[in-house]
């Protein structure tokens, strides 16, 4: 038991050490008994009879872990097979096993049951097991995905109770569609059962319609009721545009088969999304295989050698994401690469709502200080972990003074780096504080001027409507509200906020020259 030595001589508990967080995504290593997988991961499915892709190519790329299906497995070798799975598919680091409760599902096959399924993995030496779920569709109705929830609990149950080998991390599917409730259930029953690390469930509709809001939903739900240090695999996310959402809402793993079932269909992937190769007057892409061919040659291929070519093109392009990804999140940049990401298509641009409505959520994860300068370009920026929790720490802290003197934000930061200030300064005495506005930040009083991240931000010079910054407003409303007098320098974006909210109280000045003047 490699793996648990290994843990065990660090002290560990857990199967996921954490090196790295940014918004709700982890940067670490899952220690399995066939090896340490760093995540966040991809996981390849292997066909375990007929796989198309020679393994080693796959291993050969860098994936240090592979999923396969039990159910089939089982089917075509028999139950009492007496190899290994790494044997079976011929593969020397770790392998996941799906249970195959949806071909159950599907094939509506009756000798097999959840008990036999984890036997045969438990057989198999799979170092992350799945044990028997029925997933739960995106149509069905809340009464049906109630049955598939109890369904796949009680086989859950059933299989932790059973199994006596601790070398397996055992995963507790969560079942519940885009019943929240249901899947929140769900994930809590699974982990006060025992279960080390969980699945999501992602019904394929969700998936293939693009309903990437209702997905980044199900993934806060099932967050929300498990532990930090217990990893989350997504079924069924192989999408390049999916991974960023999916590991900034705090995916560790997902596993899909798209690389070859896109190649099926003559689907070549992009960073941000596919094309039919045919539509292709270039290979945007300089992969080993795309080094090689002409877009006309690829398509010319023979069939069967235009799958193999295309599906390694397609693993390569979501290598290329999730290192892209894991990247981000060293550089605290994954918000950025979040938000560019989501321009790629509309549907994608709507789950940012699910950004927005959970920030609370992401900041957990979000470090207190980044050593690069975050960038604050559009409204949705407003909303960032960070400049969130700024705007918070400003509201906390008191104030003596009984005059409040609010200038634009210079373009040096610190405030006391910038000359203007300094000679502003000079001239008051302490009775006035000083304190520049941020469409972004809200209101930085100087005390707090060299906190991260209002000393380290860059800014566009956008003109930006104060309409489109909610959080400015409830910011700028409450900080004021502790002063006698309020003088505002304004800018054109500070002229439509206080025309746009009737600010009648205020003193306004068109420039520095006239603050003595009011004084
Ligand atoms: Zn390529």
Redesign the pocket.
């Known amino acids: 038991m490699i793996y648990k030595s290994d843990r065990e001589s660090k002290g560990m508990q857990d199967v996921l050490e954490v090196k790295h967080t940014d918004l709700a995504a982890r940067l670490g290593t899952l220690y399995t008994k066939h090896g340490k997988v760093e995540v966040p991961a991809f996981i390849p499915v292997i066909h375990p009879v007929r796989q198309e892709i020679p393994i080693d190519i796959i291993k050969h790329m860098g994936f240090d872990l592979v999923i396969t299906n039990a159910y089939i497995t089982m089917k075509n070798y028999g139950k009492e097979v007496n190899k290994s799975i790494h044997e079976i598919i011929n593969f020397d680091k770790a392998v996941m096993t799906d249970s195959g409760g949806y071909q159950v599902l599907e094939y509506g096959d009756l000798d097999v049951d959840h008990e036999e399924v984890a036997r045969f993995e438990e057989m198999m030496k799979s170092d992350i097991a799945v044990p028997l779920d029925k997933p739960t569709g995106f149509a069905i109705d809340r009464e049906k995905a109630v049955d598939h929830v109890k369904k796949t609990l009680d086989a859950a149950e059933a299989t932790i109770k059973m199994v006596s080998n601790d070398d397996i991390i055992w995963v507790g599917p969560i079942q519940g569609g885009r019943y929240l409730d249901l899947v929140r259930y769900s994930a809590k029953r699974l982990d006060e059962l025992g279960y080390q690390m969980f699945a999501l469930g992602s019904p394929t509709e969700i998936m293939e319609s693009y309903e990437f809001k209702t997905l980044a939903e199900m993934i806060i739900a099932a967050k929300s009721a498990i532990p930090i240090n217990k990893p989350l695999h997504l079924f069924g996310a192989g999408n390049p545009l999916t991974i960023p959402l999916a590991v900034a809402l705090g995916c560790d793993t997902f596993d899909s088969a798209s690389y070859i079932l896109y190649a099926k269909d003559d689907r070549y992937m992009l960073p941000n999304g596919t094309i039919n190769i045919r539509e292709l007057a270039y290979?945007p892409?300089?992969?080993l295989?795309?080094s090689k061919y002409k877009a006309s040659e690829l398509i010319s291929l023979e069939r069967r050698d235009r799958i193999v070519e295309i599906a390694k093109?397609n693993l390569?392009?979501i290598k290329r994401e999730v290192d892209a990804v894991k990247q981000a999140i060293i550089d605290g940049r994954l918000w950025e690469y979040v938000i560019q990401k989501s321009l790629s298509h509309p549907k994608l641009m709507k789950a940012n709502e699910v950004l927005i409505e959970n920030r609370e959520y992401l900041e957990e994860g979000t470090p207190l200080y980044k050593d690069k300068a975050i960038y604050l370009m559009s409204s949705i920026d407003q909303f960032r972990p960070e400049v969130s929790r700024f705007r918070r720490v400003v509201l906390s802290m008191s104030s003596r003074s009984d005059i409040l003197l609010l200038i634009p934000e210079p373009d040096d930061h610190p405030l006391y780096s910038n000359e203007r200030y300094n000679r502003i300064r000079s001239m008051l005495n302490h009775d006035v504080k000083i304190a520049y506005y941020s469409p972004f930040l809200g209101i930085v009083p100087e005390e707090l001027s060299d906190l991260y991240p209002a000393a380290h931000h860059l800014t566009s010079s956008i003109r930006f409507k104060p309409d489109d910054f909610p959080t400015f407003k409830d910011t700028f409303f409450e900080y004021t509200k502790r002063f006698k007098k309020v003088i505002v320098v304004a800018d054109e974006f500070m002229k439509n906020f206080i025309k746009s909210n009737a600010l009648d109280s205020l003193i306004v000045l068109n420039d520095y020259d006239e603050i003595t003047l009011c004084l």
């Open positions: 290979l892409c300089n992969c295989v795309c093109h390569y392009i």
